[in-house]
């Protein structure tokens, strides 16, 4: 069965102290790894997509790495604007999936001054 | 603003009741998306359209339908609501039906039955 994992469920940081969000994935076969932030009662804002081993994207103080079994998302010197529910979300390969995206349960931030 | 309009963004209803969801999507994109949200659940993936046909159909309930009409906007429609489908009904939309492009989501719709 298709699994995403992310943790730790929440974060807890200090304004400038950096940290990782991690999410594992055990799937049949991926076509692309997403990030999105969610802040409270909004939809998610989409951030990256990873699509092969080794490939890493920046956005700011957000960087989002990928290896075979799971992807990292890097928070630098975060600011309380970081404070937020990162969702990680898999595309598969299979043809009947087509682009439905299966999220993990996410990882709450959040950033003191 | 991700361009992806919802609406209501709140409905309160009975148990019973049915209800239309709408989703207007990002000007060019021809799939759309719909997402449930609750508590214990996660953002959980219901069903997809492109330009008006079915694509996917995910964990949604016999309760639930959806269209996407020939303008690509779509909708969900709840009926038989039961305090359980109490929930963040997200739509997102993409340019292409199948793997590689990225979603974006609407503000959703929050539905709360009593």
């Known amino acids: 069965e298709d699994q995403v994992t992310q943790s730790p469920e929440a974060l807890r940081l200090q304004e400038g102290e950096s940290s990782s969000l991690n999410c594992s994935y055990t799937?049949?076969?991926?076509?692309?790894l997403f990030w999105y932030r969610q802040d409270p009662g909004k939809g998610p804002e989409f951030l990256f997509t990873l699509y092969s081993a080794g490939e890493e994207k920046e956005k700011e103080r957000l960087k989002a790495t990928l290896t075979k079994k799971e992807s990292f998302l890097h928070i630098t010197a975060p600011k309380p604007e970081d404070s937020a529910t990162y969702l990680c979300a898999v595309q598969l390969l299979t043809t009947d999936s087509w682009g439905k995206l299966q999220f993990g349960a996410g990882t709450q931030v959040v950033v003191t001054p | 603003d991700s361009g992806v309009t919802q609406t209501p963004k709140h409905l309160i209803t009975a148990t019973g009741q049915r209800v239309t969801l709408r989703c207007s999507p990002r000007s060019g994109d021809l799939s759309v998306y719909w997402y449930q949200q609750s508590l214990d659940q996660g953002l959980q993936f219901l069903i997809q359209y492109y330009n008006g046909e079915e694509r996917a159909k995910g964990n949604i309930l016999e309760r639930f339908s959806a269209q996407q009409f020939p303008d690509l906007h779509s909708e969900l429609n709840l009926s038989s609501l039961e305090l359980g489908d109490s929930a963040l009904y997200f739509c997102?939309?993409?340019?292409?039906?199948?793997?590689?492009?990225?979603?974006?989501f609407g503000q959703g719709t929050r539905l709360t039955v009593v």
């Open positions: 799937v049949s076969g991926l076509r692309g």
């Open positions: 997102a939309s993409s340019v292409q039906g199948a793997g590689g492009a990225e979603a974006f």
